[in-house]
């Protein structure tokens, strides 16, 4: 088993990944429902050589699965982002949207996890 901090992170998941069979339902279901939305694994956001990481539950239904951004448009993205703000972890306007200029400072939210005896 590899340790993903040690050996550094794995690529980036492409938009039709494999290898969750209930996260490829979830995404097959919603691209049929709203196609318009991002509907797929959401890139990492923030520097790789943060001290904070910040990790998540997918899939973010009408967060990170509407705007291809973690945390983004859904009430956790609200309280998350104002508390990285207030705490000198993020920078810029937060305004619910992938492309609202915010930006991580010394944190991130990595789209991959850890792996474990079931997924490694």
Request: proline share 9%; hydrophobic share 35%.
């Amino acid at each position: 088993m590899t340790n993903a901090i040690v050996s550094g992170a794995p690529a980036e998941p492409d938009h039709d990944c494999p290898r969750c069979p209930r996260l490829v339902e979830f995404r097959t279901r919603w691209r049929k429902l709203e196609p318009k939305w991002f509907n797929g694994p959401v890139p990492s956001f923030g520097p790789r050589e943060a001290r904070l990481l910040v990790a998540g539950l997918a899939p973010g239904l009408r967060g990170a699965n509407r705007t291809g951004r973690p945390f983004t448009g859904d009430y956790a993205g609200d309280l998350l982002y104002e508390t990285l703000q207030r705490y000198g972890f993020a920078a810029g306007r937060y305004e619910a949207r992938a492309d609202d200029g915010l930006v991580l400072l010394d944190c991130r939210r990595a789209a991959w996890k850890l792996p474990t005896a079931g997924n490694s």
